[in-house]
T-cell receptor, first 115, second 113 residues
Framework: KAGVTQTPRYLIKTRGQQVTLSCSPI?????VSWYQQTPGQGLQFLFEYFSETQRNKGNFPGRFSGRQFSNSRSEMNVSTLELGDSALYLC??????????????FGPGTRLTVL | GNSVTQMEGPVTLSEEAFLTINCTYT??????LFWYVQYPGEGLQLLLK?????DKGSNKGFEATYRKETTSFHLEKGSVQVSDSAVYFCALSDNQAGTALIFGKGTTLSVSS
């Protein structure tokens, strides 16, 4: 079974631009979560989608948004990019948003650089 | 709020040495606990997990036991290999409305031959 895939793998943008990242979960998985990884802040939860609905949201500004499609694929969007948005963005999928025992499987990430 | 604290790295060991990476947590309720590993240039891979007190997770020679009385989930391996060099993250999930993970800062392990 194919793992979680993320596109693109690398992205370079300039301040003020916007960006869209894509994530395809493992087949059959219905929950998709997004995380931001930076050297300073570590891994931080952005949001989680289940059945096309945002179920949970981390402490990030409204410039960060996401959505999930009927086939469980997900996109996240960052508008008005800032230098501090440079990070590795990781997507994770799980079979069911069944709570704490569910296991998340991560993709390779998208490396975003903001100049 | 919920949090995870890991020992600071880097941890540098010789091949076949014993490994311990300490992890403690603060959480309301009854969290599940996880260890993830990240190899250079890659995403996170689940190493092991435990979902209730006294559970022991194990995989690839790594072990960790969920200790509720000490709120700990220390990672151990009896004999490390060069291929174990990576960053290790301890995490918890305690969100009844979803599966958000809270991660520790990560511990870099470097194993030399």
């Amino acid at each position: 079974k194919a793992g979680v895939t993320q596109t693109p793998r690398y992205l370079i943008k300039t301040r003020g631009q916007q960006v869209t990242l894509s994530c395809s979960p493992i087949s059959g998985h219905r929950s998709v979560s997004w995380y931001q990884q930076t050297p300073g802040q570590g891994l931080q939860f952005l949001f989680e989608y289940f059945s096309e609905t945002q179920r949970n949201k981390g402490n990030f500004p409204g410039r960060f948004s996401g959505r999930q499609f009927s086939n469980s694929r997900s996109e996240m969007n960052v508008s008005t990019l800032e230098l501090g948005d440079s990070a590795l963005y990781l997507c994770a999928s799980s079979l069911d948003a069944g709570g704490p025992t569910d296991t998340q499987y991560f993709g390779p990430g998208t490396r975003l650089t903001v100049l | 709020g919920n949090s995870v604290t890991q020992m600071e790295g880097p941890v540098t060991l010789s091949e076949e040495a014993f490994l311990t990476i300490n992890c403690t947590y603060t959480a309301t309720g009854y969290p599940s606990l996880f260890w993830y590993v990240q190899y250079p240039g890659e995403g996170l891979q689940l190493l092991l997990k435990a979902t209730k007190a006294d559970d022991k997770g194990s995989n690839k020679g790594f072990e960790a036991t969920y200790r509720k009385e000490t709120t700990s989930f220390h990672l151990e391996k009896g004999s490390v290999q060069v291929s174990d060099s990576a960053v290790y993250f301890c995490a918890l999930s305690d969100n009844q409305a979803g599966t958000a993970l809270i991660f520790g800062k990560g511990t870099t392990l470097s194993v030399s031959s």
